[in-house]
């Protein structure tokens, strides 16, 4: 781990601090609105390019930026997003995330186990 830090600049360094939405359904290829929303931004077109230009330590799903339409499509995203990481040099795998609370706050729903979200678990 040491080396794999000395090696790495210190904006590499900082971008791994930071877990960024991007808007699109495709790591390299978003809707015109999806990456014009990311060019008004964070000054690139695609989430492949933000992931690179800035080191990005991660990236978080939402629905409302199109990032989780279907199981297969979520795949893909995430294996895209992993090569541009991997692409960048960093040597870091991305962590990829989603705000999956249940109840009120289920990003990613059917086919997908909808489990009871902690307030019924409580009860």
Known sequence: MLRLMAGMSLAEKVGQLFVSR?????????????????????GVRTAAELVSRYHLGGIIYFSWAHNTRDPQQIAELSAALQRAAAAAGSGVPLLLSTDQEHGAVARIGKPATLLPGAMALGA
């Open 22 to 42: 991007a808007y699109g359904h495709s790591a390299t290829d978003p809707d015109a609105a999806d990456a014009e929303q990311n060019q008004k931004l964070f």
